[in-house]
T-cell receptor, first 113, second 116 residues
Framework: AQSVTQLGSHVSVSEGALVLLRCNYS??????LFWYVQYPNQGLQLLLK??????LVKGINGFEAEFKKSETSFHLTKPSAHMSDAAEYFC???????????FGTGTRLTVIP | NAGVTQTPKFQVLKTGQSMTLQCAQD?????MYWYRQDPGMGLRLIYY???????DKGEVPNGYNVSRLNKREFSLRLESAAPSQTSVYFC???????????????FGEGSWLTVV
């Protein structure tokens, strides 16, 4: 069965500091991987996705993520946090050939001025 | 550019009442989904429809029914609402050619449902 683990339900960083949100997946075959962001009282918006074309994926708003097969990880990073980055972030996996996304439990990012 | 539209945005129900959440997408997508979001649990799939005319259960289907009315519309019905169904519900869709699981799923803005 597919599963996604997001380490840390809450992460706080200072404005201008590095953002690192962790995601690990369990799968014998590398799946498709996604990061979504959810701002308060809104739906989910795609930040970036890994579809096997390149291991380092760049997304919107300066975020990027690196797929590491050996570590079964897809951590999300941003070099310098901005106040507008405060939101909840979800990692999700879509098994090859499947028609569903399995979501992690989310990480709420707080940016401290 | 509407994308995925779901109604109503807010609803309060009494235990035992029924209601239908409506969803429509204007992106000509084949697949549509209903998720629920609960604190600390991420999003969990209730039902999905891989294509017009088909529906399948997801992780948490009990207490719900769905109808894929046509390619655009996918409704979620609660026949007898329970407090455990208090949640935020999201409709979503994606284009899904056979075997391509890498396509992006697009979400609506959510429906907040409270059952008292």
């Amino acid at each position: 069965a597919q599963s996604v683990t997001q380490l840390g339900s809450h992460v706080s960083v200072s404005e201008g500091a590095l953002v690192l949100l962790r995601c690990n997946y369990s799968s014998s075959v590398p799946p498709y991987l996604f990061w979504y962001v959810q701002y308060p009282n809104q739906g989910l918006q795609l930040l970036l996705k890994y579809t096997s074309a390149a291991t380092l994926v760049k997304g919107i708003n300066g975020f990027e993520a690196e797929f590491k097969k050996s570590e079964t990880s897809f951590h999300l990073t941003k070099p310098s946090a901005h106040m507008s980055d405060a939101a909840e972030y979800f990692c999700a996996v879509s098994p090859t050939g499947a028609n569903n996304l399995f979501f992690g439990t989310g990480t709420r990012l707080t940016v401290i001025p | 550019n509407a994308g995925v539209t779901q109604t109503p945005k807010f609803q309060v129900l009494k235990t035992g009442q029924s209601m239908t959440l409506q969803c429509a997408q204007d992106m000509n997508h084949n697949s549509m989904y209903w998720y629920r979001q609960d604190p600390g649990m991420g999003l969990r799939l209730i039902y999905y429809s891989a294509s017009e005319g088909t529906t399948d259960k997801g992780e948490v289907p009990n207490g719900y029914n769905v109808s894929r009315l046509n390619k655009r519309e996918f409704s979620l019905r609660l026949e007898s609402a329970a407090p455990s169904q208090t949640s935020v519900y999201f409709c979503a869709s994606r284009e899904s050619p056979a075997g391509n699981s890498g396509n992006t799923i697009y979400f609506g803005e959510g429906s907040w449902l409270t059952v008292v």
